[in-house]
């Protein structure tokens, strides 16, 4: 079933590569991606996915294709342009950074470490987070972190590792224990984000951007505290963050419907038109492959977290995925991005295809993706 829903994707992105030239595929919500240029926070989406290619299948098409993406960052950075953000990570991780990984490309390094530069200048020392949006004093966007942010300390922690820099480290080792402390919750759920008094830096509340309400639980967001937490563990060695990875995930499994893919959100009312999030569940899926790498077969909750993965999975490839469907553009049907904001509810989400080939390739070929070497 693996094999069969791989080589589906690969041919897939293939196509994809003819279509989409040097533009981004984004969203979509009709069956067609939304093409943008090199100015998104879900760009590195589709490097990451040509350089996972590349490594399957070897085939040059791919990696020159990659390449021509991380040239495209490299303008990007020396412009600049739309990356007063926390996203950085999501973007250099899966475009020069999987360029070194896979090619130990110097340039592709150098540009990564500037990546990483540009990351650590979001730290706010009042209140000791990394800034989500807009810049520092912001009056919409200030003071706010958010879970998302969970899977771009891969790239401080790298930079650590490159350069012996212990700045890297510790923003990266503060913003998982201020996410631990303030997103996730007594009862393994999670807020979104989290919001500071700028001036102060007092915690001020939960709160939420995507999610159904400020004290919901967002399924995309629980998916990032797992993920995120069992990458922390990678790098850190600190068992704080592999239990809240564990915690979260058993949460997220044990909350899901009888098909085993996300609603949107775990607190939104159920009825026939509430939107799945099956980006949710290929990010879940990645990052139970992860969590699992690090537990103990004797771990308790082992079992439990090795059916979900694989129910998930089944169920991504059964019900939601484009196979045999040879013209689709996308992988994952029925990803949501921003429900109550009306942004695109029910299709094609990048990321959602980006994290659906990293976990299928890990399960069958043990290649797994770019957030560490
Ligand atoms: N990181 C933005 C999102 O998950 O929609």
């Not at 100015?39 to 070897?58: A, I, K, P, V």
């Not at 212990?166 to 919001?195: N, P």
Request: hydrophobic content about 35%; glycine content about 8%.
């Amino acid at each position: 079933m693996w094999k069969q829903a791989i080589e589906d994707a690969i041919q897939k992105t293939r196509d994809n590569v003819q279509r989409f030239g040097n533009r981004f595929p984004h969203v979509s919500s009709s069956g067609k991606y939304e093409l943008n240029d090199n100015e998104d926070w879900t760009n590195g989406f589709w490097s990451g996915m040509l350089w996972l290619c590349y490594e399957y299948t070897g085939d040059e098409m791919f990696r020159d294709a990659a390449r021509l993406t991380v040239n495209s960052f490299r303008t990007r950075m020396d412009r600049h342009t739309v990356l007063d953000h926390h996203d950085i990570g999501f973007l250099y991780s899966l475009s020069s950074k999987a360029q070194w990984i896979v090619e130990k490309d110097e340039e592709a390094r150098r540009l990564t470490l500037r990546a990483a530069d540009v990351l650590l200048r979001r730290w706010r020392e009042k209140g000791e987070y990394i800034q989500a949006w807009g810049l520092q004093g912001d009056p919409q966007h200030g003071g706010r972190m958010i879970i998302d942010c969970l899977l771009n300390l891969p790239l401080l922690f790298w930079a650590y590792e490159q350069t012996g820099d212990e700045r890297y480290r510790l923003v990266a080792v503060k913003q998982a224990d201020q996410s631990r402390r303030f997103l996730v919750r007594g009862d393994d759920s999670s807020y979104h984000t989290f919001v500071f008094d700028t001036s102060t830096g007092e915690p001020s509340g939960g709160a939420t951007h995507q999610g159904y309400h400020n004290g919901s639980t967002w399924a995309r967001g629980q998916a990032w505290g797992i993920y995120g937490f069992a990458l922390a563990y990678r790098y850190t060695r600190d068992g704080a963050y592999l239990e809240t990875a564990k915690r979260m995930a058993h949460y997220y499994c044990r909350n899901l419907p009888e098909d085993h893919v996300a609603y949107w959100d775990f607190n939104a009312p159920i009825t026939p038109q509430t939107y799945r999030d099956s980006s949710a569940s290929a990010i879940v899926a990645a990052g139970l492959l992860e969590l699992l790498s690090h537990l103990e077969d004797s771990d308790k909750g082992r079992a439990a977290l090795e059916e979900c993965l694989t129910q998930s999975m089944e169920s991504l490839v059964r019900n939601y995925s484009t196979v045999g469907d040879p013209g689709a553009e996308g992988l994952l049907k029925h990803g949501s991005y921003y429900v109550r904001g009306n942004a695109a509810p029910d299709d094609y989400m990048i990321w959602g295809d980006y994290y659906y080939l990293e976990a299928l390739l890990r399960m069958d070929k043990g290649l797994k993706g770019y957030w560490y070497e």
